[in-house]
Every structure is written in structure tokens, then in C-alpha cells.
């Protein structure tokens, strides 16, 4: 994180001072601090066809007997929340990391129908389109409750599973619940202020991020503000006993990771998990909340990679 600070304040000096940056170069700001956390993992970006439209993604360089990491990142996020995280596996594995569609810099069309089902379908295809044939698969929130049917739905394809706060189950009730049973959703952003409480309540241990990222990650969030709504919507679709008889069917080694203070998803949710997976195992984060992989990607990364080495 400290290098990435240097660069932002790099950046500014170049372009007339930190303090006194205009509008016209947070962009670039932004755009060039994710490029250089990429460049850390030695992840490049590039982007691929799928029948719904352009996929955007991060690759590493790689031989061709390395065993691949997918990475598929949660609702209203994006494909950078893996960067750190993605560093622990650069040396050994083949590293990819998707922007799901309606988010980052994947396709955003509002006609869509971002069900459970289709989104499994769309990382489906896209795993086609690069070429992945096996792979060991890992997920966050949203992206954890696509995992795991991807792994019950593709066994042949992927060789473990790893669920990081996964969704899908709601057995034990959350703050969020509570939240939108009064008509507030914390995961939309509506501005610069909502980003930041967003921040902090998704996570207990939330990073220092410099004001580029701040400003334009908030202002990306609020224009994308009605198809995340849309989203949120269209996932409701196929979670409740539905998922709990996908979970069921699920034969690759899977491991469930979830932070105790998650306030998104109640964390004691890991024990339906746990007891409808057949081959799994469990940990829990004291002190951690919703995105383990950011919050501590270290020891987040080191777990996945023992369970994956197993």
C-alpha cells in the first residue's frame, strides 16, 4: 500500500500538485494506481466475448502446466478487490480474475436478467472463451454463492472450491436484513458519503484508500446505482432451499471462509454450509468482516492455497 501512495502522490505532483488536482485527473489517478497494484501480481488486463457481450479480466503470464486460479469478486464490486490477494499465487499458479457483467469494465445492459443461474451460465462461457479447462475456483459474496454452483454444476471442471462470505443462505439473520426491511440498502451507493459507509460496514479491518480511488470508485458506484438495483433484485431468484439442495450436490473439496464480524451476511451461516457440503471445511475470521481478501489477503490467500494444495 505504501508504493501505491507514492504513486498517487507521483501522479499528482506531475500533474500540478496532490492538493490541487482537477477533475479531469482523478481518472487517470485511479486508472494508474489499479494498473500498478496489477503490475505487483503481474496481472494484465484484457477482455474476451461472451454471448452477452464484452468480459473485461486480469491474466498473469504463465506456463502452461501451471494449475489455474479463477477469482470472481461480489455484488457492486469489481475485479481489483483480488489484487493483493492475487499476489500470494503469481509465482506458481495461472491467475484470472473476471469482471462479472454490470460490473467494472465488463457489459452493462440494463435488459439483462442478472439471476444466479445466468451469471453462473455467463462465467461459464467466459471460462470457455479464455480457455480454461480445469481450475481451482474462488469466490466472494456474491461471487462465493456463483461459485458454488458453478463447482455443483461443472465438477469436471474445477478442483476446488473456496466460498468466502459466501450468499445464498440466510438462515441466521444480519444487520443488512435489518437494514433493508427499512428500505435502506448499504451496498447501493447513492455518493461520495454512502461509498464510506459502505466501506465501513462491509468491512472491519477497511484499507487505507487514497481520495482518487475514494472519489472515483464513489462516483462509478452512484452511475451504476440503477442496474446494481436491478441486480440486487434479480438475485433474489434461487437462493433459499433451491441453493441448499445445490450445496448438497457439490463433490469438489470446498472450503468456506467467513469473517465473524461480517455485517452483510451473518457469519453463523457457515454452519448450513458446513453441514450441506459434503466434502468442506470451515474457518472463521475473528475481527474480520464481509472480504477477507481484502481485509487480511495474506492469510486469507495462505489458507485457500493450503486447502487447495491438500
Known amino acids: 500500500m505504501k508504493k501505491l501512495i507514492a504513486l498517487v502522490l507521483a501522479l499528482g505532483l506531475l500533474s500540478g500538485g496532490y492538493y490541487g488536482l482537477g477533475k ?3 481518472h487517470e489517478i485511479f486508472a494508474g494506481a489499479m494498473a500498478f497494484e496489477a503490475s505487483l501480481s503481474e496481472l494484465t488486463e484484457k477482455t474476451t466475448q461472451i454471448s452477452v457481450g464484452e468480459i473485461s479480466y486480469l ?3 504463465h506456463a502452461g502446466n ?3 486460479v479463477l477469482l470472481i469478486h461480489g455484488f457492486a464490486a469489481y475485479k481489483e478487490n483480488w489484487l493483493r490477494f492475487a499476489r500470494a499465487f503469481k509465482d506458481d499458479f495461472h491467475v484470472v480474475i473476471i469482471d462479472l457483467p454490470a460490473h467494472g469494465k465488463s457489459v ?4 439483462l436478467n442478472y439471476s444466479l443461474s445466468n451469471q453462473v451460465l455467463w462465467v461459464h462461457e467466459f471460462a470457455q472463451a479464455v480457455g480454461l479447462s480445469r481450475f481451482h475456483l474462488a469466490g466472494n459474496s456474491m461471487g462465493g454463492a456463483i461459485s458454488a454452483v458453478y463447482a455443483a454444476n461443472y465438477p469436471q471442471q474445477v478442483i476446488s472450491a473456496t466460498l468466502m462470505d459466501p450468499a445464498g443462505i440466510h438462515d441466521h439473520r444480519s444487520v443488512m436484513q435489518d437494514l433493508l426491511e427499512e428500505g435502506n440498502n448499504p451496498l ?3 455518493d461520495t458519503a454512502s461509498f464510506k459507509r459502505l466501506m465501513n460496514f462491509a468491512l472491519e479491518q477497511p484499507p487505507f484508500v487514497p481520495w482518487p ?3 472515483v470508485s464513489a462516483e462509478r458506484a452512484q452511475m451504476l446505482k440503477p442496474l446494481h438495483d436491478k441486480l440486487f433484485k434479480d438475485m433474489q431468484v434461487g437462493q433459499g432451499d433451491g441453493f441448499k439442495a445445490v450445496l448438497k450436490s457439490i463433490q469438489v473439496p470446498t472450503q468456506v471462509q467467513w469473517g465473524e464480524q461480517d455485517r452483510v451476511i451473518n457469519y453463523k451461516n457457515i454452519e448450513t454450509f458446513s453441514a450441506l457440503i459434503p466434502n468442506v471445511n470451515a474457518h472463521v475470521w475473528p475481527n474480520v468482516g464481509h472480504a477477507p481478501m481484502i ?3 495474506q492469510e486469507s490467500a495462505a489458507l485457500m492455497l493450503a486447502h487447495m494444495l491438500n
Open 108 to 111: 452493462k445492459d440494463m435488459s
Open 213 to 215: 480511488i475514494t472519489q
Open 24 to 26: 479531469a485527473y482523478k
Open 188 to 190: 447501493v451507493v447513492v
Open 59 to 61: 491474466e498473469n503470464q
Open 66 to 68: 501451471k494449475p489455474t
Open 295 to 297: 481485509e487480511i489477503p
